[in-house]
């Protein structure tokens, strides 16, 4: 099954709908994202869609419902999670300006104080 974000207001995902992978092939049997784009403007009156992947091999990212899809950088972008959080260019996934302790343990992170704090 292939994935396609429906593309509202502010380049906002509105939802994600699963696509039989037939409705991608061309006539030679290659799969074409403008065909299911077709399509789904077609079933559902509505015309911005792009599609979207599960191993982050398409976009950067797989779409959810809230993030926002940037044509600049051709990529499907979370919310930020904090206000400190820094988007990384090259994954376009926010990440702490501290990073996060790696022994095991879980962490929260503490916007105030800039810093993970033991989850307890």
Request: aromatic share 12%; net charge negative.
């Amino acid at each position: 099954m292939a994935h396609f974000a429906k593309i509202g207001l502010n380049s906002k995902v509105i939802e994600v709908i699963k696509v039989n992978n037939e409705v991608l092939r061309d006539a030679d049997g290659i799969e074409q994202e403008t065909i299911s784009i077709d399509f789904l403007t077609k079933l559902t009156g509505w015309a911005i869609w792009k599609q979207t992947s599960y191993n982050s091999n398409i976009r950067k990212n797989y779409a959810g419902k809230g993030y926002i899809y940037d044509e600049d950088r051709d990529a499907f972008i979370p919310k930020k999670p904090y206000p400190s959080w820094i988007l990384n260019e090259t994954t376009c996934v926010y990440e702490s300006p501290v990073a996060k302790p790696d022994d095991g343990n879980e962490y929260n992170w503490n916007e105030s104080t800039q810093s993970w704090d033991l989850k307890e």
